[in-house]
């Protein structure tokens, strides 16, 4: 007995992670795809059947309650409502409500960038295996719409039979399967969207999504077949308006006050354009008997855009005045000649250095005079496509069973960018540093909408890139059930995976013919409607448009041909630059065992969990070029550059679940987990360009072969108590200790006489991130009828992190990306035939990038440049109505509130940039019959 006990409370002890039933090999869906659920009697009460049948937001609050609770793994989930029906119109919007993840607002407005408790390197799979977008590992959530999916699965903790590769955790995407439908189904939905800051171009954006599932008893067995397509189209604009780089006004006109500190001048961007998303999969099954099952599944996901931008930048310091506003915040700078920031400050120990510490006050605003401007008109036509293929089977011999899953995928990515810039001199510019934490500017009399003076300015540049990435993945595991005693199962599988990357691009161009804004634009010849009125910025002159160059031209290749002539360079398309790309291969083979257990303690309480291992090795190899400068004869020569690295790693995980009866149970987890770096980061080559604006440094790229996997020690301990109908609240707390982790940072380096700023990953050292996550959900049913419908959802999250590498320059420093708080607080009504749910989401300030080697000035006080994100939340929601059992109308709003995201350099009160988020509104109907 005694034995026992020892044994038991060490069992306890270990902290691990294991997951749902979603093992290496495509796992059956949890998630019913029913057009009802039944829900135990038990806990919801009962009808004349003896069942309560739950719809909607509920029952889908209620399945993914269910896939938490009876989970091994910390792990949260989203279930669609109905067919077609995830809560939230997109992937990405719907992970923001899961506890821990965080996430940011892309270009185009959409919701992207998942982070999970702060980090971004996550493992994504699609109905259990790896997917990913181009040449990278991760995957870009926004290319799968969310009526493709019945579900999504947030793992927090990792376990063996799951596929390594994130050290934040995992994401797994559910599609529908055939044999979920038990009948025809024709299930379908529409809607149109309004985006706000696309404004009186706006159009109604339509999506609309089909799924026709049957299912056939024949003297073969069970077949059944599903087939699902989706479609969505949006119009977008996104304003973004900016200070310039902050420099010492001593560089500014003669006659400018020496002592201030002020931006070099204003910028402002509008990206606007429309994409397409075409999605659709199928799904083959058949089951001979009730113990085998063979499938066939595939999807197709696409993306096409034509993505326009208009930057126009003013740049401060050229003109003949510059008379600043002093405000009252004086400090002392590492200034350099050109009234930049330096890093090389003269002093005792360096007596050769160039900068100098200066104390200079802060500039409130500005007004400069005889400036020059320009606008860049960018036109980028993109394409994504997505192809995944697979087959296998599910077979049970008794207590055996064994899973098989063969699959492949191809993952291509196209980009076209052109871009031609156009300028003069203007009278005056007036320019106001922080106004509600932004920037904002006027130009009096709007001189960039009048044609006249218009010249070529800067360079024209062009980006095409290609990359595809493809990945064969073999995976078959096997699990034996043992019928009581402490051994629960044992189960082990094997996993063999070849993936190919490549990437190929040019990037470049050439300066304007003659100089910039000597060749006046009127004299190229082009066509009479060339400029055409670009959308306004509500940060530049109240949001007044201005002329661009037509960017629908810019697509067109006949209107590149003539530019680049008259650029004075080969009208043909340019070639791809062997300084940028790169091939690589990567062969993973990976193998697990790993054993659950369970026994009871008491009568009420019982402890279950797993302990296990997966054993990983990947070997690849990677071909690059670089451009090497012979310095006897200043001649450079492109070298290619290849290497082949290879690691083993073995990572071990265990856990305990222990439930001691009435709906109260704990957890305890532990698991290393790894990430390996992205192809990119690990090209050997470098490439670089020269800047032919002075405010923008010569900038540069390159890859790290030497970097290392980022590994992690994960322990989590959580508290859950379940009660009542589907309500439940739970306590994480979290830890992960991380070695070597990747960060980009940027270095100064001089080629050819010239000093380039290069970007470049490497390998941070150590870093540790801990925190405690709040969540939970209550629906009211003991209020009087009409508001019993009502329910509450919410979590909070708080994370603290920070780079504990010695004598790194971040050390001490929050992990970048990683906000400290997290919240959702929602409101759910469900009766009645009417289902909605308001839900704010806000995440607290947070540093994203190291700007330390950049141009822009910033107190001696402050020895670590960053680019920092203030706090910002956002209000969405979402009304649905049951017409009839079988149709449904809803309405979607987000960002109802207009929140702005809003960026700073280093410290809150140097304001840096503001973006102007979309609020959208949606109607739609959806249909199952």
Not at 521 to 548: E, K, R, T
Request: net charge negative; proline share 5%; glycine share 10%.
């Amino acid at each position: 007995m005694r034995a026992t006990l020892h044994a038991s409370a060490a069992l306890i002890a270990l902290v691990s992670c294991a997951p749902v039933a979603k093992g290496q090999t495509a796992p059956a869906d949890p998630a019913s795809t029913q057009n009802a659920e039944a829900v135990d009697a038990t806990e919801t009460g009962q009808d004349a059947t003896g069942e309560i049948v739950v719809t909607g937001i509920r029952q889908s609050l209620a399945r993914a309650a269910e896939i938490k609770r009876e989970s091994p793994a910390v792990v949260d989930s989203i279930v669609a409502e109905d067919i077609g029906k995830l809560p939230d119109l997109t992937t990405a919007s719907a992970l923001q409500r899961v506890p821990g993840v965080q996430v940011v607002v892309g270009g185009n407005n959409e919701i992207v960038g998942a982070r999970i408790r702060g980090l971004d390197d996550i493992v994504t799979t699609l109905n259990g295996r790896e997917i990913f977008t181009g040449v990278g590992r991760g995957f870009s959530f926004q290319d799968l719409p969310a009526e493709a999916l019945a579900g999504v699965d947030v793992f927090k903790s990792s376990s063996a039979e799951r596929i390594e590769g994130g050290v934040a955790g995992g994401v797994d995407m559910r599609l529908r399967r055939a044999l979920d439908f038990k009948e025809l189904t024709i299930a379908g939905s529409a809607r149109a969207t309004y985006l706000q800051e696309a404004g009186s171009d706006n159009t109604l954006n339509p999506a609309a999504s089909l799924l026709v599932a049957d299912r056939w008893s024949t003297g073969i067995g069970e077949i059944a077949a599903m087939v699902g397509i989706s479609y969505q189209r949006n119009k977008y604009a996104r304003p973004v308006a900016w200070n310039d780089w902050t420099r010492a006004t001593s560089a500014a006109p003669a006659g400018s006050s020496p002592n201030l500190q002020a931006p070099t001048g204003f910028a402002a961007a509008i990206e606007f354009g429309h994409y397409e998303r075409p999605q659709a999969n199928f799904s083959l099954e058949w089951a001979p008997d009730s113990t085998t099952k063979f499938y066939v599944e595939g999807l197709f996901a696409g993306y096409r855009g034509n993505v326009f931008q208009a930057r126009p930048t003013f740049r401060g310091f050229t003109g003949t005045a510059f008379e600043a506003t002093a405000g009252d915040t004086c400090e002392d700078f590492a200034v350099g000649p050109d009234g930049y920031y330096s890093g090389n400050v003269r002093s005792a120990t360096n007596p050769t250095g160039t900068g100098t510490i200066r104390q200079l006050c802060n500039a409130t605003g500005y007004t400069a005079r005889n400036i020059e401007y320009y606008t860049a008109t960018v036109a980028n036509r993109a394409r994504t496509d997505i192809y995944v293929l697979a087959t296998g089977f599910n077979k049970e011999f008794g207590a055996l069973t064994w899973n098989t899953d063969v699959s492949y995928e191809s993952s291509t990515n196209r980009n076209n960018s052109f871009r031609v810039d156009i300028g003069k001199r203007i009278a005056e510019l007036v320019q106001v540093r922080d106004v509600d934490h932004a920037v904002q500017a006027t130009m009096p009399g709007n001189p960039m909408n009048d044609p006249a003076g218009l010249a070529f300015a800067n360079g024209m540049t062009e980006d095409i890139n290609r990359s595809r990435g493809t990945l064969w993945s073999v995976m078959s595991d096997m699990k034996y059930d043992f019928d009581g005693g402490l051994l629960d199962y044992l189960q082990g599988g094997v996993r063999v995976a070849r993936r190919k990357a490549g990437f190929e691009q040019y990037l470049g161009g050439p300066p304007a013919p003659g100089g910039s804004f000597v060749t006046p634009l009127s004299a190229a010849g082009l066509p009479s409607d060339i400029l055409v009125q670009a959308p306004g910025v509500p940060q530049m002159n109240d949001g007044a448009s201005f002329l661009q160059i037509d960017p629908n031209y810019l697509l067109e290749e006949d209107i590149k041909r003539q530019l680049r002539t008259l650029y004075r360079i080969s009208p043909n398309t340019p070639a791809f630059d062997p300084t940028r790309d790169y091939d690589a291969q990567e062969r993973t083979i990976a193998g697990f065992l790993q054993a659950g257990y369970k026994f009871s303690l008491s009568d009420t309480v019982t402890v279950d969990g797993m302990v296990g291992a997966r054993l990983t090795r990947t070997s690849r190899d990677i071909a690059g070029s670089g451009r090497v400068t012979d310095p006897a004869t200043s001649t450079s020569s492109v070298v290619l550059v290849r290497r082949s690295t290879s690691d083993t790693d073995l990572l071990p995980n265990a856990s305990a679940r222990i439930k001691f009866g009435g709906g109260l149970q704990s957890r305890f987890n532990y698991s290393k987990t790894l990430s390996r770096p992205s192809f990119g980061q690990l090209n050997p080559g470098l490439s670089y360009v020269v800047s032919y604006v002075s405010t923008i440094q010569n900038s540069g790229s390159g890859g790290n072969p030497d970097l290392k996997p980022q590994k992690a020690d994960s322990f989590d301990a959580s508290l859950e108590y379940y009660f009542g109908r589907s309500n439940y609240v739970s306590a994480v707390a979290f830890y992960r200790d991380i070695k070597d982790r990747i960060i980009s940072g940027t270095e100064v380096r001089t080629i050819d006489g010239l000093q380039y700023v290069i970007s470049t990953p490497r390998n941070l050292g150590s870093a540790r991130i801990k925190g405690l996550e709040l969540g939970g959900q209550l629906f009211l049913d003991f209020l009087p009828e009409g508001l019993d419908g009502l329910g509450v959802i919410g979590n909070f999250t708080v994370i603290d992190s920070e780079v504990t590498t010695p004598g790194d320059r971040l050390e001490g420093l929050p992990l970048l990306g990683v906000s400290k708080y997290n919240f959702n607080a929602g409101l759910i009504y469900e009766k009645y035939g009417i289902s909605a749910r308001a839900i704010y989401t806000y995440r607290s300030q947070y540093f994203d990038a190291d700007i330390t080697n950049g141009l822009s000035l910033r107190p001696v006080s402050i020895p670590v440049g960053l680019n920092g994100i203030r706090a910002a939340g956002r209000l969405d929601f979402g009304l649905n109505y049951e017409i009839t059992p079988d149709i449904t109308i809803s309405l979607a709003g987000t960002n109802v509130t207009g929140q702005k995201t809003r960026n700073f350099e280093s410290r809150a009160d140097f304001v840096r940039e503001v973006r102007n988020d979309d609020t959208t509104y949606s109607l739609g109907i959806r249909f199952n019959f």
